[in-house]
C-alpha cells in the first residue's frame, strides 16, 4: 500500500501548485475518565499516509527543494510504549511511510515555517482541534505580517477538502478489494442474523451474533453502532439500545456493517422474525423492495445521483396511495413530500473509508453525475411510526400498518458499464428470508 499512499500525495500535490498542506491526526478520544477508545486515525490523514498514531502532523511541500512530504511524529519512548504500546519513532516514520524528512512533534512550531515560507497558500481544513486550528493560523498571521519584507509566503488558506475529498470519491482497485471484504464479513454475519433469530431471543443476542463474526473473520469491528430493532423499534432510525425481547409477529431491522483496513460495509435487512410475515408486513415489505430495487437499477455511469433517491421516493409513494396511507395525485404529493412522515430519510449516501464518506453531493442546483469507481448505498425504507399524525387532506392510518418499520440497504458499485451490488450475498426476497 506504500506505492499508493505515495501515488496519492503525489496526485494532491500535482493539485495544490504552489501550496503547502497541512493534515493533523486523530486525537485520542475518551470514553470516560481516563479510559480511553480503541484508536482511530483521522480518514484524510490515513488516505495519504497509512499513518496510524495519535499526536502526528503531515505536511505536503511540493516546492520545497528537499522535503516533499514531512512527518511530525511522536519520539521512541520506552516508559509510554510499556504502557500503551510501540510507537513508530521518527527514524522509522522515514524507513516505513517514506517521509523526505521526520521530526518529532514538538519541534513543529520550530520547523514548520520553513516549509510555509515559500507556499503561495496554506491547504488546511479548519477542524475540530481547536488548539491546532489557532497554531496553524497563528503561523499564517505571522507570515502574512512579514510578507513584504520578503515578498513570499502564504497569503490565502483553503481548505484541503474540496481538492482531497473529489479523490477519495473514486475507490482504486486496493480500495475496492477492502471495500469487498468488508461486504463479504457483513453478509455472512447477516445471514447467519438471518438463521438464529427466533420468538423469545433478544435484540442483544443477535447483535452480539453479528459482531462476533465480524471480529472472527478479522474485521476491526463494527463499522457503526449496530441497530437491531425488532417490532416498533424499527421505527426509530437510529435505535441502538437492542435489550427487547422480539415477539411472534415481529419484524426484525438490522442494520450493521463492519471495518476491515479501514474501509466499511453497511447493510441492513429487514425480516419476519418467526420466519412468515404477516400480510401487512409483506404488502409494505414489497413496496420497499420493489423501491430499492428500481432505484439501484438508477446506478450508472452518467446518471445524476439525485435519480436514485427520486425513484425510490416515486415507488414508495405510489405505493402508499396504493393501500390508502396517502391520497392524492402523485406527481403532487412528492412535491409536497406528503410521503416524508413515513419516509424522512435520504435514500443515499456515498460508502468507504467513512461510513458516510465524503463528497459532494450536489453543485448548486446540479446533481452529482455518477462515475465508474464511486460506492454508495441504496437504502430507501418505510416506517409507520406510532402516534404519526396525518396531514389535514390525508386519511387517518390503519392501525394494521402502525409500528411496522422497513429498511433494505446495499452498498453498489458504480461501474464503466453500469453497477454491481457488493452486499447481494444478503438474500431480500420475500421467498428467500421467510423460513
Not at 446506478?299 to 391520497?327: C, M, W, Y
Request: net charge negative; hydrophobic share 35%.
Amino acid at each position: 500500500m506504500q506505492a499508493e499512499y505515495r501515488q496519492r500525495r503525489e496526485q494532491l500535490m500535482a493539485k495544490i501548485g504552489n501550496g503547502t498542506a497541512i493534515f493533523r491526526s486523530a486525537p485520542m478520544a475518551v470514553m470516560h475518565n481516563d479510559v480511553e477508545y480503541v484508536y482511530r486515525q483521522e480518514s484524510d490523514f490515513f488516505y495519504l499516509t497509512g499513518f496510524n498514531e495519535p499526536q502526528a502532523v503531515a505536511v505536503l511541500a511540493p516546492h520545497h527543494s528537499e522535503h516533499r512530504f514531512v512527518l511530525f511524529v511522536q519520539p521512541k519512548d520506552r516508559e509510554k510504549e510499556v504502557w500503551t504500546g510501540y510507537l513508530c519513532g521518527v527514524d522509522a516514520a522515514k524507513e516505513i511511510y517514506g517521509a523526505d524528512a521526520a521530526y518529532p512533534i514538538a519541534e513543529l512550531d520550530e520547523k514548520l515555517p520553513q516549509y510555509l515560507e515559500k507556499s503561495d497558500r496554506i491547504f488546511y481544513h479548519l477542524g475540530r482541534d481547536r488548539n491546532f486550528n489557532d497554531q496553524v493560523l497563528q503561523h499564517y498571521q505571522r507570515l502574512l505580517r512579514t510578507y513584504p519584507k520578503r515578498g513570499t509566503g502564504p497569503i490565502a488558506i483553503e481548505d484541503t477538502s474540496t481538492i482531497l475529498h473529489s479523490m477519495r470519491l473514486h475507490k482504486s482497485p486496493s480500495e475496492l478489494e477492502l471495500m469487498r471484504q468488508a461486504a463479504a464479513i457483513a453478509t455472512e454475519a447477516h445471514n447467519h442474523a438471518l438463521q438464529i433469530t427466533a420468538p423469545g431471543r433478544y435484540e442483544y443476542e443477535i447483535q452480539a451474533e453479528i459482531e462476533h463474526i465480524f471480529r472472527l473473520r478479522g474485521a476491526m469491528g463494527p463499522a457503526y453502532p449496530s441497530i437491531v430493532a425488532a417490532g416498533a423499534n424499527a421505527c426509530v432510525l437510529h435505535y441502538i439500545e437492542n435489550n427487547c425481547q422480539m415477539q411472534e409477529n415481529d419484524l426484525l431491522l438490522i442494520d450493521a456493517g463492519c471495518a476491515y483496513g479501514y474501509y466499511n460495509s453497511d447493510i441492513t435487512r429487514t425480516f419476519p422474525v418467526n420466519g412468515k410475515f404477516t400480510p401487512e408486513q409483506k404488502i409494505l415489505y414489497e413496496i420497499v423492495l420493489s423501491a430499492q430495487e428500481k432505484a439501484i437499477a438508477q446506478v450508472q455511469p452518467g446518471n445524476p445521483f439525485s435519480l436514485v433517491h427520486d425513484t425510490a421516493v416515486r415507488v414508495l409513494t405510489e405505493g402508499l396511495v396504493e393501500i390508502g396511507i396517502l391520497k392524492g395525485e402523485i406527481d403532487k404529493l412528492i412535491e409536497d413530500e406528503k410521503y416524508k412522515p413515513f419516509y424522512m430519510h435520504r435514500t443515499s449516501h456515498w460508502l468507504g473509508l467513512d461510513v458516510h464518506d465524503v463528497g459532494v453531493y450536489q453543485y448548486g442546483d446540479n446533481s452529482q453525475i455518477l462515475q465508474p469507481g464511486q460506492v454508495l448505498t441504496v437504502e430507501p425504507g418505510l416506517y409507520i411510526v406510532p402516534d404519526t399524525k396525518p396531514a389535514e387532506d390525508q386519511p387517518e392510518i390503519d392501525p394494521r400498518w402502525v409500528g411496522i418499520g422497513i429498511r433494505i440497504e446495499d452498498d453498489v458499485l458504480v461501474t464503466p458499464t453500469g453497477h454491481e451490488v457488493l452486499t447481494a450475498g444478503v438474500p431480500k426476497a420475500v421467498k428467500d428470508v421467510e423460513r
